[in-house]
Structure formats: C-alpha cells, structure tokens
C-alpha cells in the first residue's frame, strides 16, 4: 500500500509564488513518473508537469516559463514551484506517482488535491 501526503495550498495573491509537495511512503521498489495535475472550477483535469526519472520535465501550456517541477528520489517526494501567479491559475492540485511494486504492474497514485487561491 502506498501513502501520498501532501503540502498545503493556501491564498496568494497575483504575482506571487508558492510551492507545492507531496511524499509517497509504502513498500514498493521504485517510483517511475512523478507528476502534477490541476482542476479549475468547472474545467476538466489538466497537466501541470510530467517529471520523468531519466527525461525532461514536461509543462502544460498554461504554465511554461512560470512553474518548475522537480523530484528528490531518495524522499520520494515531488515538487511545483509556482511563479508569477496569476488568478486563472486558481485550482486544485494533484500529485501523481507511478509507483512499480514489489511484485506486480506499476500504477498510478494520486493526491488528494490542494487547493490554491490566486486573489488580491
């Protein structure tokens, strides 16, 4: 079983920064992608960054230039820097790992989401 525990959001207002981390704890043999995901306010789901072990990160449009996902293996731990936010940034934030078990298929696990305010 794995465990995803994560930062806290919180309001910020335009131009600010804030960043964001989530720490998966469990037995399994490695963490393949970690990841960050959002969702707005009557938008669907949408990529934020996908930190691969050995590739590139890789942004969604929205936030290129502005956010900077990274990873520390030997904390199992993923982060987001946010900056320059703006309001539309406003969402829910979710953390993915692609875990590989003991024994078994890899699969996904996720946050359970943090909230982040952009407002003056």
């Known amino acids: 079983q794995v465990q995803v525990v994560e930062s806290e959001g919180g309001l910020v207002q335009p131009g600010a920064s804030l960043t964001l981390s989530c720490t998966a704890s469990g037995t399994f043999r490695d963490i393949d992608d970690m990841g960050w995901y959002r969702q707005a306010p009557g938008k669907q789901r949408e990529l934020v960054a996908t930190i691969p072990i050995r590739e590139r990160t890789f942004y969604g449009d929205a936030v290129k230039g502005r956010f900077t996902g990274s990873r520390d293996d030997a904390k199992n731990t993923v982060y987001l820097q946010m900056d320059s936010l703006v309001p539309e940034d406003t969402a829910i934030y979710y953390c993915?790992?692609?875990?590989?078990?003991?024994?078994?298929?890899?699969?996904?696990?996720w946050g359970q989401g943090i909230q982040v305010t952009v407002s003056p």
């Open positions: 993915t790992f692609l875990v590989r078990p003991e024994v078994g298929p890899a699969r996904y696990y």
